[in-house]
């Protein structure tokens, strides 16, 4: 059988970034800050669901943390008078052990949502959850993507779709998606959709260009 890898594990250093930015002294504050990461990202996922967050950069220096959150809807995370921002400050600093003033949340926004595949995944996820047909709900998305400028995506879901007995995987590919070629520029995500006969896995991939030298878009 082929050996699969993580279309963004295998690009980090490439064309792809880390989510978290620091280096740690010992080994005992690696594992540590790790935790402090999963924590956060979990939190903020959890309560800010709807804000279709993409993903969240925890940054590192020194004794101050900076924290990035891409999403599409910023008004949820930022709240009324910025009182969001407040509360996730006030967790991460239960969390860390450091003061307020060292912490900075930042918001950003993503401009085209249909570009972004663990969106993507949630959004397939959401509709399976409310009993909507899965099929229809790949090829809209299929067809949102490519007319905002994907090169190529391809949508797998697996489970007992539809409420059969046996579980199967279904998927959809349109486009190309050159996943060994490493200067590809290659999205990924993944989401869960628990459903009355089960969990369902969703997983999606979109091919936005190759990335040559100088970061030129071909």
Request: with cysteine; net charge positive; hydrophobic share 40%.
């Given at each position: 059988?082929?050996?699969?890898?993580?279309?963004?594990?295998?690009?980090?250093?490439?064309?792809?970034?880390?989510?978290?930015?620091?280096?740690?002294?010992?080994?005992?504050?690696?594992?540590r800050l790790?935790?402090?990461?999963?924590?956060?990202?979990?939190?903020?996922?959890?309560?800010?669901?709807?804000?279709?967050?993409d993903k969240i950069i925890v940054k590192r220096i020194m004794d101050r943390i900076f924290i990035e959150i891409h999403?599409?809807?910023?008004?949820?995370?930022?709240?009324?008078?910025?009182?969001?921002?407040?509360?996730?400050?006030?967790?991460?600093?239960?969390?860390?052990?450091?003061?307020?003033?060292?912490?900075?949340?930042?918001?950003?926004?993503?401009?085209n949502p249909d570009l972004s595949a663990q969106l993507i995944a949630e959004n397939i996820a959401s509709q399976m959850e409310k009993n909507i047909p899965?099929?229809?709900?790949?090829?809209r998305a299929v067809a949102s993507a490519l007319r905002a400028g994907a090169k190529g995506i391809k949508i797998n879901c697996e489970g007992r779709l539809g409420g059969v007995e046996i579980a199967r995987a279904e998927w959809i590919l349109q486009g190309r998606l050159p996943l060994q070629t490493i200067r590809a520029d290659i999205d990924y995500g993944f989401a869960v959709a628990k459903t009355k006969w089960g969990t369902n896995g969703v997983t999606v991939w979109i091919f936005k260009g190759e990335i040559l030298g100088g970061g030129v878009v071909r």
């Open positions: 059988m082929g050996q699969k890898t993580h279309p963004i594990g295998f690009r980090l250093g490439v064309n792809k970034s880390w989510n978290s930015i620091w280096t740690a002294p010992t080994k005992q504050d690696y594992a790790l935790h402090e990461d999963l924590k956060i990202r979990d939190w903020i996922k959890k309560t800010y669901y709807n804000a279709a967050i999403c599409a809807k910023i008004g949820i995370v930022i709240g009324k008078k910025a009182a969001g921002i407040e509360r996730i400050k006030n967790f991460i600093s239960q969390v860390s052990k450091i003061p307020k003033d060292n912490i900075s949340v930042d918001i950003i926004e993503i401009r899965y099929r229809p709900a790949m090829k």
